[in-house]
């Protein structure tokens, strides 16, 4: 019994055993209650019939004439005796007032007192009613009826059939009921064994557990994801929706005072319920919008079941925050060509001084040797005297060297220095901008087929601010796109993938409180000057 009681039932089995206990039971229930009123009303049906009978008995001539004789038992017996036979009942006794017998199914019994003691309602106060008592006969079910004689009353009709007889009836009737009842709660099982396998095939044959398990790693992950996450129906009702999404549609205590989940996506964020009554079955992707007051880069992607559209994902980050990567990645981007360039470099020269030491030229390879070292010493010298910081001394010496490998000239002004220490924020907005402006500065002049080809860079920490100027002798920029050059995706150069770098250095330098602007060069081509105040 033990080891029964500690047998782990599947969900399907489990579906069986209760949908099939409860339809036992219901129709259990109901078949008691069902015999139990065939039993009451087959009674009452008895019951009528004996005061049926015992009112036409009572009503014969013959039988009120006969308590007039002096033997009323000789005429009256032969009158009932043939009803009794015809109506089916188990007696019919007649008896005068005093309740002595005139007439009963046992000819021995006649003279005697009648038993139960139920005639007093009949004999004294006149009245017709069923009684159930126990008799010579055994417990029946009576019709007791008075005997007027000019409106006096003579003796008193019982009519009775044996409660033996009627529970007969009623169990004949049962037999019925049960197999009827039988057959349903059969019906019934075979219909929970069917409901519990469709069950479990709509819930793709997992346990309850399973399934418990599944939703709270669905809502871990949900709620984990940086990214914000709102699900809705087809008619627009949010169903799901994650932590990054409430913090970027509303503040904290906003966020308390609304009930998302059920809740109309076109009120609670109007922009996505806009966009979703209008591609309510396609999608789209890095679609800009403004959700919370933040600039936001949102996805939608239609829920199908069964090639029927039943809702909508939408998935959403801040701009910035993607922005921030992408800058991260450009300056990665330009220290790995800064390294480049210096290995190119280096090589080049190492298969100079090689060929100068194959021809056996060693006063020129000697001479070589110092020239390089020397312009290596002064610029390592210079940018180590007049930059405090190491990774913008890294940023000029990598683009010095990418300059020298596309035959650029770029210098830097004897007068600049920058012993200012920034902010983490700041100078990582001062990276991301000289990164960008001296990358655009020397692609804008490899682009020249000829000419003067020179980069010029000058910086101070001079004053409340620190400024660096930086121009080239490239195409510049022409007047009417000036106030464009700083927009996200626009570009005056050709391909794809363009108008990000000086769109990030606005967003960054802006964001740290500094300013970069655009003006016309001496060099002939673009002058971009940034501000950056002091702490």
Request: some cysteine; proline content about 2%; glycine content about 8%.
């Amino acid at each position: 019994m033990k080891r029964f009681l500690n047998i782990k039932f599947n969900l399907r089995i489990k579906m069986i055993m209760v949908i099939s206990l409860l339809i036992i039971g219901i129709w259990i229930i109901f078949a008691v209650f069902l015999e139990r009123f065939i039993s009451d009303m087959a009674e009452d049906q008895i019951g009528k019939r004996a005061l049926s009978l015992a009112h036409s008995v009572a009503n014969i001539p013959e039988v009120k004439e006969a308590f007039a004789l002096e033997d009323p038992s000789s005429v009256i017996q032969g009158i009932v005796q043939p009803i009794q036979q015809e109506s089916g009942a188990e007696f019919i006794v007649v008896g005068n007032k005093e309740g002595i017998r005139y007439s009963h199914p046992n000819p021995d019994f006649i003279g005697k007192k009648m038993v139960g003691g139920d005639n007093d309602r009949a004999l004294l106060l006149g009245e017709s009613y069923k009684s159930k008592k126990e008799g010579t006969l055994g417990l029946s079910i009576r019709g007791k009826v008075p005997i007027l004689s000019e409106g006096i009353i003579v003796g008193v009709v019982s009519v009775g059939f044996l409660n033996n007889d009627v529970q007969r009836i009623v169990t004949e009737q049962s037999k019925s009921l049960w197999l009827t009842i039988s057959t349903i709660i059969l019906l019934g099982v075979f219909g929970a064994i069917f409901i519990a396998y469709y069950i479990k095939r709509l819930l793709y044959d997992m346990e309850p557990e399973e399934i418990s398990h599944l939703y709270f790693q669905k809502e871990a992950i949900l709620q984990s994801t940086h990214e914000g996450i709102i699900a809705v129906d087809i008619h627009g009702a949010i169903t799901a929706i994650n932590k990054a999404a409430k913090d970027i549609i509303y503040n904290e205590l906003e966020q308390k005072q609304i009930d998302y989940v059920g809740a109309s996506i076109e009120e609670i964020v109007p922009p996505l319920g806009n966009s979703m009554y209008a591609n309510h079955r396609s999608g789209f992707y890095d679609r800009e919008m403004v959700l919370g007051g933040e600039v936001v880069l949102v996805n939608q992607t239609p829920i199908f079941s069964e090639e029927v559209s039943t809702g909508l994902v939408y998935t959403f980050r801040k701009k910035t925050e993607l922005e921030k990567v992408t800058a991260e990645l450009s300056r990665i981007k330009q220290y790995a060509n800064a390294q480049r360039s210096q290995t190119h470099e280096f090589s080049n020269k190492l298969h100079i001084i090689l060929g100068l030491v194959q021809n056996n030229r060693q006063s020129e390879t000697i001479d070589f040797i110092k020239k390089e070292s020397n312009i290596q010493q002064d610029r390592l010298k210079f940018l180590s005297e007049k930059v405090v910081d190491p990774l913008v001394q890294a940023l000029f010496q990598g683009k010095f060297n990418q300059a020298n490998e596309l035959g650029i000239i770029m210098s830097i002004h004897p007068d600049s220095r920058l012993e200012y220490s920034f902010s983490e924020e700041k100078k990582n907005a001062l990276l991301t901008a000289l990164g960008n402006v001296i990358e655009n500065a020397l692609e804008s002049i490899k682009q020249k087929e000829d000419g003067f080809r020179k980069i010029s860079i000058f910086f101070t920490d001079i004053g409340d601010d620190c400024i660096f100027e930086i121009e080239d002798s490239g195409s510049g920029v022409a007047e009417e796109n000036s106030a464009r050059i700083f927009q996200q995706g626009f570009s005056t150069k050709k391909g794809s993938h363009r108008g990000t770098g000086l769109a990030l250095t606005k967003l960054m330098l802006n964001d740290a409180g500094c300013e970069i602007l655009l003006e016309e060069g001496d060099l002939g081509g673009s002058c971009f000057i940034i501000i950056i105040p002091k702490d």
